[in-house]
């Protein structure tokens, strides 16, 4: 079975600063990898994935994460946040079945970006 | 752009009552998926369902049931409401295989 831990349910942080939100996962098979956003009292949408090659993903308003194997970590940073970046993160694995896909969500990281 | 739209964005039921969340698709997503979303918790995975009549449990499908009689539409099912059932509910849908999952905006269910 697969399941995703990060480990800062809150992380508060000055605008301007650079912010790392930290993801775990295990899994006894090869997994893909996705951090998701939620705005307040929006769904969630897809900030970047990672399914094979390079291990470092970069994904929208300025997002990366990078992959590390050894580790079973799959980090998301941003060198400078700004106000709206103010949400809920969400890591994420997926494992493949023959007709569908799994996702299973970790508990949500609630970054607050202080002025 | 795709869009995933759930009919009710707050209810209000009493305990024991029979709930109907609905989620409609515009984009023809073979998969589709209920979650719950609780403080602490995330996201966890209800029911999920690869094509039209066909249907899988997740990890809490427990009070729980779902529909799939059309492609675009599934529908999650509360038999009889319970307060534990008070939560915020994310229907997504995805193509196989995409590994991209799109969401509706939410239904904040409380059961009174």
């Known amino acids: 079975a697969q399941s995703v831990t990060q480990l800062d349910s809150q992380v508060p942080v000055f605008e301007e600063a650079p912010v790392e939100l930290r993801c775990n996962y295990s899994s006894s098979v090869s997994v893909y990898l996705f951090w998701y956003v939620q705005y307040p009292n929006q769904g969630l949408q897809l900030l970047l994935k990672y399914l094979s090659g390079s291990t470092l993903v970069k994904g929208i308003n300025g997002f990366e994460a990078e992959f590390n194997k050894s580790q079973t970590s799959f980090h998301l940073r941003k060198p400078s946040v700004h106000i709206s970046d103010t949400a809920e993160y969400f890591c994420a694995v997926s494992v493949w079945k023959t007709s569908y896909d799994k996702v299973i969500f970790g508990p949500g990281t609630s970054l607050s970006v202080i002025p | 752009d795709v869009k995933v739209t759930q009919s009710s964005r707050y209810l209000v039921k009493r305990t024991g009552e029979k709930v109907f969340l609905e989620c409609v698709q515009d984009?023809?997503?073979?998969?589709m998926f209920w979650y719950r979303q609780d403080p602490g918790l995330g996201l966890r995975l209800i029911y999920f369902s690869y094509d039209v009549k066909m249907k899988e449990k997740g990890d809490i499908p427990e009070g729980y049931s779902v529909s799939r009689e059309k492609k675009e539409r599934f529908s999650l099912i509360l038999e009889s409401a319970s307060t534990n059932q008070t939560s915020m509910y994310l229907c997504?849908?995805?193509?196989?295989?995409?590994?991209?999952?799109?969401f509706g905006q939410g239904t904040r269910l409380t059961v009174v």
């Open positions: 984009m023809d997503h073979e998969n």
């Open positions: 997504a849908s995805s193509l196989p295989g995409n590994l991209k999952a799109f």
